[in-house]
């Protein structure tokens, strides 16, 4: 994709990986509006980043989403990209008593918060002559860790959306990509130092140089290895597969 001259808009734009998301595409001269729950913190991004546009969105929110929708549509005409960043991750236990509310609000906010938001956006990006939905996974969607089994199942559904998603707007000018991070020391858990997980700035330069030529996901080198677990090839596979059934589409009972 190129990055100059877009308007994007980035929901979990207040710290970490969306943020620093957001301050590189202002930086090459791209009109950027961040979205987040905490008006304090959307105020600071913007007083650091003079010309930063913000918006207040609790992405677990579907009604909140329709109506956010439409108020970017209405300002913001040339809105070209969305990058469905924001996310949590709290821990669970597979194998032990389930926290429903816990488990329900990681849903909306992982999985149907991205949902929601592509199709409140897909028509209006349709329109524009190149467009751009970005997804925000994690290696964790081919590599489960088991102390976070919900979130890293999220993200494996998110991969698989992003994959039928690509798919449906194959002839639309909307093209649909996929960052999958590793370990990145932000403040997603708790932001540690430790030398096992990349640091920020390495993260968001490899990613921004891989995004130039990226045309299904944008995979940094360390996460490589874990990426692989998954098979390099399925992209060519899943279109396969649904083009095979697509003028002999399977019967419903």
């Known amino acids: 994709m190129k990055l100059t001259g877009n308007t994007i808009f980035i929901t979990g734009g207040t710290s970490g990986i969306g943020r620093s998301l957001a301050e590189a595409f202002h930086k090459r001269g ?8 905490r008006k304090a913190l959307l105020d600071e991004v913007a007083k650091a980043n003079p010309g930063i546009d913000t918006i207040e969105l609790d992405i677990a929110d579907g009604a909140q989403i329709q109506q956010v929708a439409q108020q970017l549509i209405a300002k913001y005409p040339a809105l070209n990209v969305l990058i469905n960043n924001a996310g949590i991750m709290p821990f669970d236990n597979a ?18 918060g991205p949902v929601r938001l592509s199709a409140a956006l ?8 190149e467009s751009y939905i970005i997804n925000n996974s994690s290696v964790l969607a081919y590599v489960p860790l088991a102390s976070t089994a919900l979130y890293s199942a999220t993200k494996a559904a998110l991969h698989s959306y992003s994959m ?21 020391d932000t403040d997603l858990v708790h932001k540690s130092g430790d030398p096992r997980a990349m640091p920020l700035d390495a993260f968001i330069a490899e990613t921004m ?30 279109d396969q597969f649904n083009l095979s059934l697509h003028d002999s589409p399977i019967p419903v009972a």
């Open 209 to 238: 140089d891989k995004l130039a030529t990226a045309t299904t996901e944008v995979i940094v080198s360390v996460a490589q290895p874990l990426r692989d677990n998954a098979g390099p090839n399925e992209h060519a596979f899943v």
């Open 122 to 129: 897909v028509g209006h990006l349709k329109q524009q002559p």
């Open 30 to 37: 791209n009109t950027v509006i961040v979205a987040g729950r």
């Open 164 to 184: 039928s998603q690509r798919f449906m707007l194959r002839d639309t000018s909307v093209r649909v990509l996929e960052i999958a991070p590793p370990w990145v």
């Open 95 to 112: 194998g032990g008593v389930l926290d429903d509310a816990q488990a329900v609000h990681l849903i909306d906010t992982n999985l149907l």
